[in-house]
């Protein structure tokens, strides 16, 4: 899977005030307040879960390639922002995850994108919990496109079982989770990019166009300031992302407009939770621009979030820069 959005993690702004997500909290001289956050609460928050399937998961009636195995749809997880994030198992045993928006009704999610065409039937098995666990059974007619092939799941009138498991609700309790965990819509970004080699520093802003941020715009920009991208970068620079979604149970989603989604885990990175660390969810290194713990800064007011990295890498010509990357967010 492409580490597509951790490719622009070489731009952005190089300072950034934080502030906690709280609409009461005095500053110390005694003056002006912290900034309103009035952030809605996500409209799924109590119904998101994490349903994992019986038997390891789901086949694919489809191989992939002629592969003699076909993709396993492992688990699905129900987003506070109504969003369905699939984990799939490729033959090779590598996961990868999409995540779509379908249209609810009842216990029907009907989806009808470039990334999912189908519906997921969800039923109630056991009307008591075990442990906070509740049995369902789950009817899928799925198809799935990834890296331009279809991947069909389809299971019988009975549905395949399944096991829910609730991720906690946005709690008024715990507000630096209320605001952080929901569907984020890019509305721009800003960079500060400096050369070390010359002490010269860039500045770039940048506006989504669409409801899509083009990171293309970002790479032709770099490379006028003569950053050095090898050819994998520059495909990898040429996406447009629609959203990020963090989730309860710590996944960190960024979705494209044309699917193959980047996942990573995510977890608080300091006790004023401030600021979060990412962790791909292959479990490798990263690459030159980011690593498993790039940690992101984050200030709230009103609806709004900016998510803030500083990172230090060296091009592909060997020249060191040092850069900030700023995104202007936009609760869903």
């Not at 409209?43 to 998101?48: F, G, K, L, P």
């Not at 699905?76 to 090779?92: A, G, M, N, P, Y």
């Not at 969800?122 to 799935?144: D, N, W």
């Not at 090898?230 to 699917?259: C, H, M, P, W």
Request: charged content about 20%.
């Amino acid at each position: 899977m492409k580490k597509n959005f951790f490719y622009f993690a070489f731009a952005a702004v190089a300072a950034i005030s934080l502030t906690a997500c709280s609409s009461d909290d005095d500053s110390n001289d005694g003056g002006s307040t912290t900034p309103t956050v009035n952030l809605p609460r996500p409209a799924n928050a109590d119904n998101a879960a994490v349903y994992t399937f019986a038997g390891g998961g789901v086949t694919s009636s489809t191989t992939v390639q002629g592969e003699e195995h076909a993709p396993v749809l492992n688990s699905l997880e129900v987003t506070e922002s109504e969003q369905v994030l699939f984990q799939i198992t490729e033959v090779d045993n590598r996961p990868f995850y999409v995540i779509d928006r379908p249209t609810v009704v009842g216990n029907t999610f009907t989806f009808n994108s470039d990334k999912v065409k189908g519906t997921i039937q969800r039923i109630e098995r056991v009307a008591a919990t075990r442990q906070g666990m509740v049995e369902y059974a789950l009817i899928l007619s799925l198809t799935i496109y990834h890296a331009g092939n279809p991947i069909e799941f389809k299971t019988s009138p009975e549905g395949v079982p399944a096991t829910k498991q609730p991720t906690p609700a946005a709690s008024t309790n715990d507000n630096a989770m209320t605001c952080l965990v929901r569907t984020w819509n890019i509305l721009g970004a800003t960079l500060d990019l400096i050369d070390l080699s010359k002490n010269e520093t860039y500045y770039m802003e940048f506006a989504s166009k669409n409801g899509m941020f083009d990171m293309h715009e970002v790479l032709v920009e770099a490379k006028k300031r003569e950053v050095s991208f090898s050819a994998k970068e520059e495909e990898d620079l040429t996406r447009k992302i629609v959203s990020i979604t963090l989730t309860q149970s710590k996944n960190f989603v960024v979705a494209y407009n044309e699917g193959a989604d980047d996942v990573a885990t995510w977890n608080w990175a300091n006790t004023e939770k401030t600021a979060f660390t990412i962790k791909l969810k292959e479990g490798t290194s990263g690459n030159k621009f980011i690593n498993d713990d790039t940690r992101i800064e984050t200030a709230f007011s009103g609806n709004m979030c900016n998510m803030m990295m500083k990172i230090k890498f060296d091009d592909n010509s060997n020249k060191k820069w040092d850069a900030s990357l700023l995104l202007k967010l936009q609760s869903n």
